[in-house]
C-alpha cells in the first residue's frame, strides 16, 4: 500500500522559501517516478515538479522554473521540493505523487499517481 507523507508546508513572506519533504513507503520508490503537484484556491490540481525514477529529466511547470527544485534520495525514499523566492501565486495545496507518468523533462501526468495528504504552503504579500 503506497504511503507519501508530506511535510515542510507553512506560512511564509513573498520572497521567502520553503522546502517540502515527502516521506514515501509501500512501494518500490527507486524504479517510480516521482512529483508535486499543488491546488490554489477554486483551482484544479495541477502539476510543479516532477522526477523520473533515476533523477533524470525533470519536469517544472513554467509558473516556477528558476525558483523551484526538486530532488530525490531513493536510498531513504524521499522527495524533496525546495521553493525559493515564493510569491502569493504559490499559495496552494502542495500535494506528493507516486508513480507519475513522465515524458522526462517535458510533461507529467498524475493519471495513475497515488496522493499524500498534502501540505499548505501560504505566502503573503
Known amino acids: 500500500q503506497v504511503h507519501l507523507v508530506e511535510s515542510g508546508g507553512g506560512s511564509v513572506q513573498a520572497g521567502g522559501s520553503l522546502r517540502l519533504s515527502c516521506a514515501a513507503s509501500?512501494?518500490?520508490?527507486?524504479?517510480?517516478?516521482m512529483g508535486w503537484f499543488r491546488q490554489r484556491p477554486g483551482k484544479e490540481r495541477e502539476g510543479v515538479s516532477c522526477?523520473?525514477?533515476?533523477?533524470?529529466?525533470?519536469y517544472y511547470a513554467d509558473s516556477v522554473k528558476g525558483r523551484f527544485t526538486i530532488s530525490r534520495d531513493n536510498a531513504k525514499s524521499t522527495v524533496t521540493l525546495q521553493m525559493n523566492n515564493l510569491t502569493p501565486e504559490d499559495t496552494a495545496v502542495y500535494y506528493c505523487?507516486?508513480?507519475?507518468?513522465?515524458?522526462?523533462?517535458?510533461?507529467?501526468?498524475?493519471?495513475?499517481?497515488?496522493w499524500g495528504q498534502g501540505t499548505q504552503v501560504t505566502v503573503s504579500s
Open positions: 509501500g512501494f518500490t520508490f527507486d524504479i517510480s517516478n
Open positions: 505523487a507516486a508513480r507519475t507518468l513522465m515524458v522526462p523533462g517535458l510533461t507529467c501526468s498524475a493519471a495513475l499517481a497515488s
Open positions: 522526477i523520473p525514477w533515476n533523477s533524470g529529466s525533470v
